[in-house]
């Protein structure tokens, strides 16, 4: 069982940065893929990245690709997701995720989600 926690979103202006982080809470020594996803009103959730258990091979949906980084640090089982560059059209609610064999972009194949956390662009 793994309680993920994200915390750092908020309200910020359209060029501004953020930094989100996902906290996994396990009793194991599993080691998981992680990925953040987001929703926006009105919207299906959308893949945003994701990265290997061991922080490698990072992928990401071409809109976010070149402004936002996805990183891990396993001994801390944390995820990141830096987000530069920030749009209106990012504003939405960001979910991290984590599975123990999939590191994809297909949101239903992670098994553990978090409850998410809300970023706004607006000026």
């Known amino acids: 069982q793994v309680q993920l926690v994200e915390s750092g979103g908020g309200l910020v202006h359209p060029g501004d940065s953020l930094r989100l982080t996902c906290e996994a809470h396990?009793?194991?020594?599993?080691?998981?893929?992680m990925a953040w996803f987001r929703q926006k009103s009105g919207h299906e959730r959308e893949f945003v990245a994701a990265i290997e258990w061991n922080g490698e091979r990072p992928s990401y949906r071409d809109s976010v690709r070149g402004r936002f980084t996805i990183s891990k640090d396993s001994t801390k089982n944390m995820a990141y997701l830096q987000m530069n560059g920030l749009k209106p059209e990012d504003t939405a609610l960001y979910s991290c995720?984590?599975?123990?064999?999939?590191?994809?972009?297909?949101?239903?194949?992670?098994?553990?989600w978090g409850p998410g956390i809300q970023v706004t662009v607006s000026s």
């Open positions: 396990t009793r194991t020594s599993t080691d998981y893929h």
């Open positions: 995720a984590a599975d123990p064999w999939h590191h994809g972009s297909r949101g239903d194949e992670y098994m553990y």
